[in-house]
Nanobody
């Protein structure tokens, strides 16, 4: 089992920045892609960004240029740098990871989420 814990959420004024971290722990054969999703009140969960173990990235079109995803494979950690934040970025941000278990099964693990609130 792999557990994911997010850090770095909080409250910030519009135009500010936050950096989220997500640390994976537990036992697995490998961790492939990792990513960030978010869910605003009354809305569906949506992709923010994802990154493969090799460093290839994918972003929601609306967030390109403001958000940057990165990872440190040695630390089993994925980061999300968020700049020029807007009130509409307010949401719970969730980390996920595509895990290959010791018996070579595939599963997607999720963190519990961290709240990001951007005030006008």
């Amino acid at each position: 089992q792999v557990q994911l814990v997010e850090f770095g959420g909080g409250s910030v004024q519009a135009g500010g920045s936050l950096r989220l971290s997500c640390v994976a722990s537990g036992i697995a054969f490998s961790i492939n892609a990792m990513g960030w999703y978010r869910q605003a009140p009354g809305k569906q969960r949506e992709l923010v960004a994802a990154i493969t173990s090799g460093g290839s990235t994918n972003y929601a079109d609306s967030l390109k240029g403001r958000f940057t995803i990165s990872r440190d494979n040695a630390k089993f950690t994925v980061y999300l740098q968020m700049n020029s934040l807007k009130p509409e970025d307010t949401a719970v941000y969730y980390c996920n990871a595509d895990v290959i278990t010791l018996d070579r099964s595939s599963l997607r693990s999720w963190g519990r989420g961290t709240q990001v609130t951007v005030s006008p």
